[in-house]
């Protein structure tokens, strides 16, 4: 527990996790900017466009987040890539389940109820690809 806590307070370790926040605040550029384009230009499906926007967001969080914040050279990166697209998916259901609990289930304010699913998704994320997808 004790060296956990050493590592979560170095410098290399928040500098880290600023990194990861700055291409997560790019993705959501990324997202609602690919989201408006298949939905109000191309006119498919909100849905689908929606779909769209997260899986390219998540794509190019990958791609900077293994250069810039992980600097991995991990040769498998169609391994790497799935890895980090499955803490992804877990980290949506993780942001939706908390909106509905605050919001559904508990009536907190919608945009209260997001600021802390973006929280808690964002740790999940962080700590997920950390560990798991460029440890």
Known sequence: ???LL???FTKEFVLKFLKFGVVGFSGVFVNFGVTWLFKEIFKLN??????LGFVVAATTNYLLNRWWTFQSNNPEVGVEYAKYFLISIIGLGIDTLTVYLLNGKLKWNFYLSKVFAIGAATL???FGNLLFTFS
């Open 1 to 3: 527990m004790i060296s």
């Open 6 to 8: 050493r590592i979560a």
């Open 46 to 51: 909100k849905y689908v466009s929606n779909i």
């Open 124 to 126: 999940w994320n962080f």
